[in-house]
């Protein structure tokens, strides 16, 4: 009865939501506090409190008819108009509520732009690892998603390889920093090069090639790292943002899209990612979220709350002897397996009730991924089953 497109998409059925759900079994056996999941980016830090006073003052304040109706297909303008101001601040930019689009998500917004822009057989290059859904959004609209491996060591983009992958068909590059799964934070001279390439290319073409920046996790660095704003380095950049990480959100379905007036066809881009919305059924992001996001432009999440179980995770992995990628940003941990068959790796670990995701899942065999936005105490206490892991594979002693 199913479509064969969709008879694909279920068989392929995300493997980090199938471990979700086998989390939410076994807590059911075993007792919540002793299974340690860390299967899914879904953030445990609650919303700052001033999104829920946002919420009361427009439900209580505002004009409900306004509130809970209908607008423009892109979003409310007042809304659009505040969002552009503060990024115009933050990067000195001149973006006007027509460069914005509200999305529902991150995953609206991809759906969005590949409708907008993509033929079938055309081509999208992604950096491997990455998120794993990249796959569908493409799908959904007869693209083809060309992996290009990173670096094996940095886990940076390597524009040697890049430049071999992009080819007439191209249509975008999909980039992701702070990266899921890795937690890599591209450098500016990373994302210099990769522009310079991307140049040439739509030059030796007579093409246009887009960055899309999918940037949920733009505000959860650690230390002294920077996220570039990758539109002040290469002109045909459409951002992809989202507050679902970075408000804890996720449920709520809000984000937005920055289409700046310097792209190639802006006016036909912005036109079309509008109808997209509309008939991709999202119709406008959600009313309320919008008009709360707008009242919440400087709150972010607890930054230090991730930074604390980044370091105790980094701290007890070390010491039982696993290889892994420090995170310099967003709240993954990129775990290489002690064998080269990573899944059963994690099998071993969920012996142990830890939950972690193959890297598989994102490309990339041999790593895993380990979702560290939990309490502390689901780090604190799934390091003893880390470490006799470790040990059963001569990593340290038990
Ligand atoms: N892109 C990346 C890299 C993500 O990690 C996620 C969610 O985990 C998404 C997109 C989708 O985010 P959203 O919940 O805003 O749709």
């Known amino acids: 009865m199913i479509s064969e497109k969709m008879k694909g998409y279920v068989a392929n059925s995300s493997v980090i939501r199938a471990m979700f759900e086998e989390g939410k079994k076994m807590a059911a056996i075993y007792g919540a506090d002793h299974v ?3 299967s899914l980016g879904n953030p445990n830090v609650p919303a700052p409190g001033a999104v829920k006073d946002a919420i009361i003052d427009i439900v209580t304040n505002e004009d409900p008819v306004l509130v809970h109706g209908y607008m423009s297909n892109s979003g409310f303008e007042d809304v659009r108009t505040k969002i552009a101001e503060h990024l115009n601040a933050q990067y000195g930019t001149s973006y006007t509520f027509n460069n914005l689009v509200m999305i529902v998500g991150a995953a609206g917004g991809m759906n969005v732009f590949f409708k907008t822009l993509l033929n079938p057989g055309d081509e999208v290059v992604t950096f491997s690892p990455y998120f794993g859904e990249y796959r ?9 998603l060309v992996e290009v491996q990173t670096d094996p060591v940095t886990f940076e983009p390597d524009p040697k390889a890049l430049a071999a992958a992009v080819t007439p068909k191209t249509k ?5 920093s702070p990266n899921n799964p890795t937690g890599v934070v591209y450098s500016e001279e990373c994302i ?3 522009a310079r390439l991307l140049e040439d290319k739509q030059k030796e073409y007579g093409t246009t090639i887009f960055i899309f920046s999918d940037e949920p996790y733009r505000e959860i660095v650690y230390g002294e790292y920077k996220v570039p704003w990758i539109p002040n380095y290469y002109r045909n950049t459409v951002v992809g943002y989202s507050y679902s990480k970075s408000l804890s959100l996720p449920g709520e379905r809000i984000g937005y899209l920055v289409l700046p007036s310097e792209i190639d066809d802006a006016e036909d881009m912005i036109s079309a990612a509008n109808v997209a ?9 959600p009313s309320l979220q919008q008009r709360v996001v707008a009242k919440c432009l ?8 991730y930074a604390k179980n980044r370091q105790m995770l980094m701290d007890g992995l070390r010491e039982a002897g696993y290889t ?8 993954y941990l990129w775990l290489k397996s002690p064998e080269e068959d990573e899944k059963a790796f994690v099998a071993k670990c969920k ?3 830890i939950l972690i995701v193959p890297g598989s899942s994102f490309g990339c065999a041999g790593w895993t991924r380990v979702a560290y936005c939990v309490s502390h105490e689901t780090v604190r206490n799934s390091l003893p089953g880390f470490r006799e892991v470790a040990a059963s594979y001569g990593l340290c002693e038990m």
């Open 136 to 144: 569908a959004y493409v799908s959904n609209f007869d693209g083809k």
């Open 36 to 38: 340690y999941d860390f």
């Open 277 to 285: 919305n509309r008939i991709l059924g999202f119709v406008n992001a």
């Open 324 to 331: 892994f990628v420090e995170p310099q940003g967003a709240f």
């Open 298 to 305: 400087n709150e972010k999440t607890d930054v230090d709350f």
């Open 351 to 353: 012996e142990k009730q």
């Open 192 to 194: 210099r090069e990769i």
């Open 172 to 176: 975008a590059v999909i980039l992701n």
